[in-house]
């Protein structure tokens, strides 16, 4: 499918509905972007109130989700879109799961970082998990703007991108298991950090499968569970297809 | 009608070739051979210059003339004068067009240019810069599907006001401001401007008035326990009773502006809209309204029109009424009236406090809510103000989208009102209905 392909419909409503639930995806993704954002905020500012505040507006992920599911189902059902259009819609309906696993992922790291808030804040004011929310928060941003420009080559950088948060989450990991034999008093703390680094990495996993989904979009082609390399070889090879062809 | 002496002249060679194929005919006989042939022979002629003209116009450069003079060499001549023009004319654009694109890619301002779907039509350097955009990739895609903040993309829908502040998506402390602005028949303009470093500053200004008013407090809360004991002590000489409860009044003034600062502050840096609690308006004015009742100030009175509740925060919306009647109250004299109105109006509902006090000068209005700004700086500090509450009251009533407009007459009174819009009131309808 090419780019162009979605703004030429003979229906030109039914090219508005696609248009239209292709936006509300991207907002639900402006949405989730800011939730994480603020957990993190929450997280090393100290702000108990914030990160409560993020877990209360999960709701307001999961009312776009199941507005922008009904919108799905209906274009389904009304318009019964093949080809390029039918992968949209299945990107859509799968893209907006795993965002909204990605505010639920962020509600946690909301909660934990308000009951992170009122004890004793390690030295490196959670450093590491810093670093790591960084690096997912990318992951996310690149996973939604490769969505929005339907570009395959920054989806497979966001893919490339999740073997390190992979490894960050490991590090993190056996540091804590460290700390905790050191000293047995920071052992709440600890298994809280880690907790929420194992949600930041699901996280990255999730803009993984969005990435995934966009490329089964542009290029029909379906790379989960194939690893990295198979999958640079897919994407090359259907953009020179694609090329060729234009 | 004259004709232009070109005309004429290549009449007159047609004429002439006719009479003389005529002559030729005569002299030789068979005139109608002799003069078909001497009008194909000028078809011929005709059709040639026709084949070239179309070449010139195609562009083609070098053109064999038979005339060098006369009608055909007339039109070519034009042809090339047009051409030359339309050359220059379109040099003259492309040199016009280069310094527009250069002085604009030299703006420090982000600018783009967007269509009425939002989608991206042009945009500068210092825009690509500043958002991350491809000059490459990214033309005709929606800028609220790149640039993806709730807020902005809220704004984008609703351009209202003056712009709007969010972080920027390629630098973490980063701060941008956009504003559209519509033009043409359907087009905008978003103007995207780094506002990192006068975001830092007002944080530090903000920080540090914060910071003093928490350190003063302190000392404050010493020196006003002491002066307490004192003055409740009897031991203290006649001379200094009064020089006693002078200190008392005064350090209490101090403990109120302090803690109106600190209110101002947090107001100031908390998130721009307030959060949606469900706030009973009615169940908050009518103990708010007893409380200034029988202090032997005017007469306060309460009208409610409605019984809706807001979706707000009950703290700043008790402090936006409770700074609003306590000034009404303030500025108004023992014989006149108070009154405060809570009624529903265009679909939202309105909070309005209307007094038979003082006024104020029509030049002031604009200034009142301003901090520590005094219309009259001795007689409202005589009378106990902080000098804050109206700025309170506005960047409160700004947390929940409401307006404040005040009417005032000097001498014969002035009218409070905040406007509450729509989303922010719950009547009791709606809450029958959310409950069915």
């Not at chain 1, 497979?156 to 008093?185: H, N, W």
């Not at chain 2, 005309?7 to 030789?28: C, K, M, R």
């Not at chain 2, 890619?105 to 039509?121: C, V």
């Not at chain 2, 919306?317 to 009404?328: K, Q, R, T």
Request: charged share 25%; with cysteine.
């Amino acid at each position: 499918m090419e780019v162009e392909d979605l703004g030429h419909h003979i229906s030109r409503r039914f090219n508005e509905d696609l248009e239209r639930v292709r936006n509300s995806v991207l907002s639900m993704g402006g949405l989730v972007e800011e939730q994480l954002d603020r957990a993190i905020k929450a997280l090393s500012d100290g702000d108990s109130q914030l990160g409560l505040q993020v877990a209360e507006d999960d709701v307001k992920v999961n009312r776009m989700e199941v507005s922008i599911d009904e919108e799905c189902s209906r274009i389904l059902a009304t318009r019964a879109p093949t080809a390029g259009d039918l992968r949209l819609v299945i990107a859509i309906i799968k893209t907006i799961t795993d965002l909204e696993r990605i505010g639920d992922e962020a509600e946690k790291i909301g909660t934990l970082s308000a009951r992170l808030a009122s004890v004793e804040r390690p030295s490196t004011n959670y450093r590491e998990l810093r670093n790591l929310a960084r690096h997912v928060k990318q992951m996310v941003h690149g996973a939604l703007n490769a969505f929005a420009r339907l570009d395959t080559k920054g989806a497979l950088e966001v893919v490339k991108a999740d073997s390190a948060v992979d490894e960050e989450y490991e590090s993190i990991y056996r540091q804590g298991i460290t700390f905790m034999m050191e000293d047995p008093r920071t052992i709440t703390r600890i298994l809280d950090m880690t907790w929420m680094a194992r949600s930041l990495e699901r996280i990255g996993d999730h803009a993984k499968n969005i990435c995934e989904y966009v490329i089964f979009m542009v290029h029909g082609k379906d790379v989960r569970h194939i690893g990295i390399k198979n999958i640079e070889v897919e994407v090359e090879q259907a953009s020179r297809r694609l090329e060729s062809r234009t | 009608m004259t004709l232009p002496s070109r005309w004429a002249s290549q009449i007159a060679a047609l004429a002439g070739l006719l009479v003389t194929a005529l002559l030729f005919g005569w002299w030789f006989g068979g005139a109608g051979w002799w003069l078909a042939g001497a009008a194909l022979l000028y078809v011929g002629f005709t059709l040639r210059h026709l084949y070239w003209l179309d070449r010139a116009l195609d562009g083609h450069r070098r053109v064999p003339l038979f005339e060098t003079r006369g009608l055909w060499a007339e039109v070519f001549a034009r042809v090339e004068k047009l051409r030359t023009k339309a050359r220059n004319r379109k040099k003259k654009y492309h040199r016009l067009l280069r310094e527009v694109r250069e002085s604009t890619g030299a703006l420090a301002d982000g600018g783009i240019i967007l269509n009425a779907d939002n989608e991206i039509m042009w945009f500068n350097r210092a825009a690509s810069n500043l958002l991350g955009l491809d000059q490459s990739t990214d033309l005709g895609h929606r800028l609220d599907n790149l640039l993806r903040y709730p807020d902005f993309v809220e704004y984008l829908k609703k351009p209202t006001g003056d712009g709007i502040t969010v972080g920027s998506p390629r630098h973490e402390t980063g701060w941008l401001h956009v504003q559209i602005i519509p033009y043409g028949t359907d087009q905008r303009l978003a103007i995207i401007r780094d506002v990192t470093t006068e975001k830092n500053v007002e944080r530090t200004r903000r920080d540090f008035v914060a910071n003093a008013s928490h350190e003063l407090r302190s000392p404050l809360t010493v020196i006003s326990g002491y002066l307490e004991a004192l003055g409740e002590a009897g031991d203290v000489p006649d001379a200094w009773q009064s020089p006693v409860a002078e200190m008392q009044r005064q350090a209490e003034r101090m403990t109120r502006i302090l803690r109106d600062l600190i209110e101002l502050t947090r107001l100031e840096s908390a998130d721009a809209a307030a959060s949606r609690d469900f706030v009973d308006v009615v169940g908050m004015l009518k103990p708010l309204v007893q409380e200034f009742q029988g202090r032997g100030g005017p007469s306060v009175e309460l009208v409610l029109d409605t019984d809706a509740a807001l979706l707000g925060k009950e703290s700043e919306l008790h402090s936006i009424f409770y700074n609003l009647v306590n000034n009404a109250a303030r500025f108004t004299p023992p014989s006149g009236s108070v009154k405060v109105v809570w009624r529903a109006a265009d679909g939202g509902a309105v909070f309005e406090v209307i007094d038979t006090g003082i006024g104020i000068a029509e030049e002031q209005i604009p200034r009142v809510t301003e901090r520590f700004y005094r219309v009259d700086p001795g007689r409202s500090r005589a009378m106990g103000g902080t000098g804050l509450g109206l700025a309170i009251v506005k960047h409160a009533l700004q947390r929940h989208e409401a307006q404040l407009a005040i009417a005032s007459r000097e001498g014969k009174g002035s009218t409070f009102t905040c406007r509450f819009p729509r989303d922010r009131v719950v009547f009791r309808s709606d809450a029958v209905s959310a409950v069915l």
